[in-house]
């Protein structure tokens, strides 16, 4: 089975940077692409940023464009999350995910694999 592990999360100030990790391991699975979803409390998982094997091909929220940036490595199947000048409304848990399917790259259910989430603070 697919196992997904993030890590990086903590407490940092407004404007500050962050930056998180993820690794797929698994040895059935071949992944088209991974990604990075944030849930709050109360509020609906919502994309945050995915990258595409082929190309390679990184997306983004428009609410983070220009201030985060998505790498990878497809042959590690890992991925890293590099967040700059963070905002209060950045705050949430991170999810990484990854696919073996086609579909829309901030479309949750394009994902099958999640991982545990890693809590992100941003203070004010």
């Known amino acids: 089975q697919v196992q997904l592990v993030e890590s990086g999360g903590g407490l940092v100030q407004a404007g500050g940077s962050l930056g998180l990790s993820c690794a797929a391991s698994g040895r059935t699975f071949t992944g088209r692409a991974m990604g990075w979803f944030r849930q709050a409390p109360g509020k609906e998982r919502e994309f945050v940023a995915a990258?595409?094997?082929?190309?390679?091909?990184?997306y983004y929220a428009a609410s983070v464009k220009g201030r985060f940036t998505i790498s990878g490595d497809n042959a590690k199947n890992t991925i890293s999350l590099q967040m700059n000048s963070l905002k209060p409304e950045d705050t949430g848990v991170y999810y990484c995910?990854?696919?073996?399917?086609?579909?829309?790259?901030?479309?949750?259910?394009?994902?099958?694999?999640w991982g545990q989430g890693t809590q992100v603070t941003v203070s004010s």
């Open positions: 995910a990854a696919s073996r399917s086609g579909g829309l790259y901030s479309g949750r259910d394009t994902y099958q694999y």
């Open positions: 990258i595409s094997w082929s190309g390679p091909i990184t």
